[in-house]
C-alpha cells in the first residue's frame, strides 16, 4: 500500500464511530446484507442481531452511516453444531463458551481502509477481556470460493479447521465449505498423533534408567489420555454430514474486499 493509500485510510478511520446495532437498524442492515451476500435471511435473523444480548453486533458507521458490520454469537459448546464440537478438545465441559462469527461484511466504498480489521480486533478485545476468559475459541464458516475472505482470517492467525462438503445452498446449488478458528484464552485443539509423538520425545529427553518404570506408568497413562481425546473427537466429525440450507446456516461469511 502506498503512504498517500495509507493516509487516506488513516483519515477514513478517524471518521468512523462504533457502535452496537439496535432494532432501528434493520432496514438498513436488511439491504446490505442484500448487496453483501448471495442469500435472503428471514425476518427473525435481523430482529435477533438487533435486540437479542446472546449476539455481539458491532456496526462501523461514518456520518450516522453504517459502513461495516460484525456479528457474533457467544454460546457454550453444547449450543454448538455438530460438525463444530470437536473444534476444542474433549476435556472441554460442555458448558465452555466458544464464538462463532456469522457475518462481517464492509460496504463496497469503504473497502480496503482496515474497517473490517478494526471490527474484528474489538470483537477479539471484547472476547480476551478479563470477564470473558471463559471463551476459548472463535470460529466461523467460509465458502471455498471466498479467497479474500480466506486471506483475510488467515492474515489474522485464524486456521482452518475442517473441510464441509455440500455445507451451503446458493441459489440451489451445493457448495463446499470450511471451518476457520482461532484459539483465545488458552483454548485447544483436539489431540493429534503429532502432539503424540511430541510427548513421547519429551518422555525420552527425560529419561533416567533408575526411574524408568515410573516415567514409563506416568507416560502412558498422558498417552491414552491424549489417544482418547483425539478418538473422541474425530469420531464425532467423521460422521456423515447433513446437507444443510441457507436459511440454517444463516451467512457464509461472504466478506469481499475487507482491507
Not at 483454548?187 to 518404570?213: E, M, N, Y
Request: charged fraction near 15%; aromatic fraction near 12%; hydrophobic fraction near 40%.
Amino acid at each position: 500500500m502506498s503512504l498517500s493509500s495509507k493516509a487516506h485510510s488513516f483519515s477514513v478511520q478517524r471518521l468512523i464511530h462504533l457502535r452496537f446495532l439496535c432494532p432501528e437498524d434493520i432496514a438498513e442492515v436488511k439491504q446490505l446484507c442484500a448487496e453483501w451476500f448471495p442469500i435472503e435471511y428471514p425476518e427473525s435473523w435481523y430482529t435477533d442481531i438487533t435486540s437479542s444480548p446472546r449476539f455481539y453486533s458491532l456496526a462501523a458507521t461514518i456520518n450516522s452511516r453504517i459502513v461495516g458490520i460484525i456479528v457474533c454469537e457467544v454460546k457454550p459448546r453444547s449450543r454448538c453444531n455438530r460438525e463444530d464440537v470437536d473444534i476444542l478438545a474433549s476435556h472441554y465441559p460442555s458448558n465452555t463458551m466458544m464464538a462463532y462469527i456469522l457475518s462481517l461484511g464492509v460496504v463496497e466504498d469503504f473497502r480496503k481502509h482496515g474497517i473490517a480489521s478494526l471490527l474484528l480486533d474489538n470483537l477479539l478485545s471484547y472476547l480476551t477481556s478479563g470477564e470473558h476468559n471463559d471463551c476459548k475459541a472463535v470460529y466461523l464458516h467460509v465458502l471455498t470460493t471466498n479467497l479474500i475472505a480466506i486471506h483475510f482470517y488467515e492474515r489474522r492467525n485464524f486456521r482452518i479447521h475442517n473441510c464441509l462438503p455440500f455445507y451451503y445452498s446458493i441459489q440451489g446449488t451445493a457448495c463446499d465449505g470450511y471451518s476457520y478458528v482461532l484459539y483465545i484464552n488458552g483454548g485447544r485443539p483436539p489431540s493429534t498423533f503429532i502432539d503424540c509423538l511430541k510427548l513421547f520425545g519429551t518422555f525420552l529427553s527425560k529419561l533416567q534408567p533408575c526411574a524408568l518404570p515410573h516415567h514409563f506408568l506416568r507416560f502412558t497413562q498422558g498417552l491414552w489420555r491424549h489417544l482418547v481425546n483425539g478418538t473422541t473427537t474425530n469420531a464425532a466429525s467423521s460422521r456423515e454430514l447433513p446437507f444443510y440450507s441457507v436459511r440454517s446456516r444463516l451467512v457464509p461469511n461472504a466478506v469481499v474486499q475487507l482491507n
